[in-house]
């Protein structure tokens, strides 16, 4: 059963770079048709779609964080990581990652990980 | 980017009873539309996709329907486990959008 793990610091400065990774177990994270991506949810809130990205391709991401984030895979590790800089308060959400399957929506999700930015 | 707007914010309902919570997109979606369930401190759960779906290990209480711009998610006989919060998701094109959700209370 393929399960995901979201991991990294679950506290960030304002202004510096949230980091977190998202670890893929029993399945390989280049498996043909499989999609990764980052969805966001502040306390309290609805949920955000950050971006997206297949192994071999080009990631898309929300216009509304364009200019900060960066979506990667690393298929030694079988990895896939988001990086968003110049963080503010209004960043701090729990940071899912999940998987689609092309032409489907996301049926996996990892547990998510609380960030909070502090001033 | 395609805005999604549920309806209602809040519903209130008894169990055993049946539900209808609305979806609706600025501009057609054709049927990729899911629906998830998502109960406080947990990730959120796929129920339905592209529209109709039923998704694998789902029960059969939950049915969704419609197209284009105006999708429903119904549940029926309503079970304790059921109250949740309930989201839809486009996912015609990117960026992917959400709708604000709906909250089930008892």
Not at chain 1, 65 to 74: A, E, G, N, Q, Y
Not at chain 1, 79 to 85: E, G, R, T, V
Not at chain 2, 54 to 74: A, M
Request: charged share 15%.
């Amino acid at each position: 059963q393929l399960q995901l793990q979201e991991s990294g610091p679950g506290l960030v400065k304002s202004s510096e770079t949230l980091s977190l990774t998202c670890s893929v177990s029993s399945a390989s994270i280049s498996s043909n048709n499989f999609y990764w991506g980052w969805i966001r949810q502040p306390p309290g809130k609805g949920l955000e779609w950050i971006g997206t990205i297949y192994y071999s391709g080009n990631p898309y991401y929300n216009p509304s964080l364009k200019s900060r984030v960066t979506i990667s895979v690393d298929t030694s590790k079988n990895q896939f990581s988001l990086k968003l800089n110049s963080v503010t308060a209004a960043d701090t959400a729990v940071y899912y990652c999940a998987r689609f399957v092309g032409g489907s929506p996301y049926d996996i999700w990892g547990r998510g990980t609380l960030v909070t930015v502090s001033s | 980017d395609v805005q999604m707007t549920q309806s209602p914010s809040t519903l209130s309902a008894s169990v055993g009873g049946r539900v209808t919570i609305t979806c609706r997109a600025s501009q057609s979606v054709n049927r990729w539309l899911a629906w998830y369930q998502q109960k406080p401190g947990k990730a959120p759960e796929l129920l339905i996709y592209k529209a109709s779906g039923l998704h694998s290990g789902v029960p059969s209480r939950f049915s969704g329907s419609g197209s284009e711009t105006e999708f429903t998610l119904t549940i029926s006989s309503l079970q304790p486990d059921d109250f949740a919060t309930y989201y839809c998701q486009q996912y015609y094109n990117y960026p992917f959008t959400f709708g604000q959700g709906t909250k089930l209370e008892i």
